[in-house]
């Protein structure tokens, strides 16, 4: 089982960005593709980013395509997501997920995914 650890929440106005890490441990990290998913209050989690294990395929919500990015460095066992123009809306823990079965594409179904970490509050303020 992998460990994984988010970090880089936190308050930021409308308009401006975060960037989230999230650090994984107790696997080899670079042959499983890797998601961002959130979950606001009273909201079911929701799908954000994925990525491949080689970082060269990604997918994106439509809510955030153009505005988040994500990456990986295997070599520091990290992945990232880049928020800019960030949104009320986007308000939500973000969670970062390893998938369960190595290499393949990543996906953005959340039950292809058995590892979670602890999740990164992002609060956005108008």
């Known amino acids: 089982q992998v460990r994984l650890v988010e970090s880089g929440g936190g308050l930021v106005q409308a308009g401006g960005s975060l960037r989230l890490s999230c650090a994984a441990s107790g696997r080899t990290f670079s042959i499983y593709a890797m998601g961002w998913f959130r979950q606001a209050p009273g909201k079911e989690r929701e799908f954000v980013a994925t990525?491949?294990?080689?970082?060269?395929?990604?997918f994106y919500a439509d809510s955030v395509k153009g505005r988040f990015a994500i990456s990986r460095d295997n070599a520091k066992n990290t992945v990232y997501l880049q928020m800019n123009s960030l949104k009320p809306e986007d308000a939500a823990v973000y969670y970062c997920a390893s998938k369960t079965a190595p290499y393949g594409l990543g996906s953005p179904n959340q039950y292809d995914y058995n590892s979670w970490g602890q999740g990164t509050q992002v609060t956005v303020s108008s």
């Open positions: 990525i491949n294990p080689s970082g060269i395929n990604t």
